[in-house]
């Protein structure tokens, strides 16, 4: 229960503080947010063998794309 409270509190305390002009606390749960998706989307993609073949490959001609010369 008390660090449910002690989120909400950090989460209000940074919409507060951006208000004034600080958005660090902001990049802080933007940062704790997007790690958990990547975390949650590659477990997920671990559990969908042909997802994570897709993805292997759709990386690979990315980097094939931008390596290009220019």
Not at 26 to 37: H, N, S
């Amino acid at each position: 229960m008390h660090i449910l409270a002690f989120i909400l509190i950090f989460v209000v305390g940074a919409i507060a503080a951006a208000c004034d002009g600080d958005f660090s606390g902001i990049a802080a749960i933007g940062k704790f947010v997007g790690g958990a998706i990547l975390v949650i989307g590659m477990l997920w993609l671990f559990t969908q063998p042909v997802l994570l073949v897709i993805v292997i490959v759709l990386l690979v001609v990315i980097i094939a794309c931008c390596s290009g010369t220019k």
